[in-house]
């Protein structure tokens, strides 16, 4: 099955700098998990994937701290800059989860990534990182099979509870 290999690869990668992360040296990320009202299922959701730009991989958008900026405020520039959305965002955080974030070279470091729910109501055609990323809608069991952290999939397996208590 892909989707167990993908785990084992993910937790394999994060043990490798859990040394790191047993020490605190995390990188803090804060990520938008970007919905609308699916068009086509009345009372459902979808959810907003994008590629990384290094290994083209289905994730969320995200980013580091940006000063002066509270975490909610982060989750909802980033996902300006990397998809273009407009929306309201939720400033209480609805999960985290945990990934190996590649550094210059070879280097790599345990980030922790706190996750906004960002109800979408506009996609704007010219933002920051156009044409740099591919952007897809998923239904969320879609999106939790085509991302490859363990944590992210259960947080969007859930992320229709998640929205109803928003």
């Not at 729910?117 to 990323?133: A, F, I, T, W």
């Not at 969007?156 to 929205?163: A, D, F, N």
Request: aromatic share 6%; charged share 30%.
């Amino acid at each position: 099955m892909p989707a167990d290999n993908t785990n084992r690869s993910a937790l394999s990668e994060l043990m490798k700098v859990s040394d790191q992360r047993l020490k605190g040296k995390v990188i803090a990320q804060y990520a938008a998990v970007c919905v609308r009202p699916n068009p086509e299922a009345a009372n459902d959701i979808q959810v907003l994937l994008i590629t990384s730009r290094g290994s083209g991989r289905w994730v969320i958008p995200k980013g580091c701290r940006i000063p002066r900026k509270k975490p909610h405020e982060v989750a909802r520039q980033e996902a300006w800059e990397e998809a273009g959305v407009r929306g309201q965002v939720k400033k209480k955080p609805v999960g985290h989860y945990t990934y190996v974030k590649k550094l210059k070279g070879p280097e790599a470091a345990p980030a922790l990534v706190q996750v906004h729910l960002l109800n979408v109501s506009e996609l704007e055609r010219d933002y920051p990182e156009m044409g740099q990323r591919q952007l897809q809608w998923f239904s969320p069991e879609e999106a939790a099979c085509a991302v490859d952290e363990p944590e992210l999939k259960t947080l969007l397996r859930g992320i229709r509870k998640l929205y109803k208590k928003a």
